[in-house]
Nanobody, 124 residues
Framework: QGQLVESGGGLVQAGGSLRLTCAAS????????KYWFRQAVGKEREFIAA????????HYADSVKGRFTISRDNAKNTVYLQMDNLKPDDTAYYYC?????????????????WGQGTQVTVSS
């Protein structure tokens, strides 16, 4: 069973930046769609960003568009989330996820693999 392991979370002041990293252990994940989600305390898990294998297609939630950037390095089987101009509302547990390309990229109900998550806290 493949694994996704996130890192890079932490505490940052509003306006600061963090880069999250998600390393995949399964070779098959290299061609998968990759995602970032987040979940704040008391709220439902929220889609943040998605990227396809060739990195020529990305999608973002409106709440992070223009501030966050998803990217991937297939040689390293790793996906990144660069988060700039962070706000206190970005405080949440951040998860990476992966899904095979047999279903539509934005069909997030079919996601097959999840990481354990990493905490991001933005202070005001």
């Amino acid at each position: 069973q493949g694994q996704l392991v996130e890192s890079g979370g932490g505490l940052v002041q509003a306006g600061g930046s963090l880069r999250l990293t998600c390393a995949a252990s399964e070779y098959a994940f290299k061609s998968y769609y990759k995602y970032w989600f987040r979940q704040a305390v008391g709220k439902e898990r929220e889609f943040i960003a998605a990227i396809n294998w060739s990195s020529d297609t990305t999608h973002y939630a409106d709440s992070v568009k223009g501030r966050f950037t998803i990217s991937r390095d297939n040689a390293k089987n790793t996906v990144y989330l660069q988060m700039d101009n962070l706000k206190p509302d970005d405080t949440a547990y951040y998860y990476c996820a992966a899904k095979s390309t047999t279903t539509a990229m934005l069909d997030t109900t079919r996601i097959q693999y999840w990481g354990q998550g990493t905490q991001v806290t933005v202070s005001s």
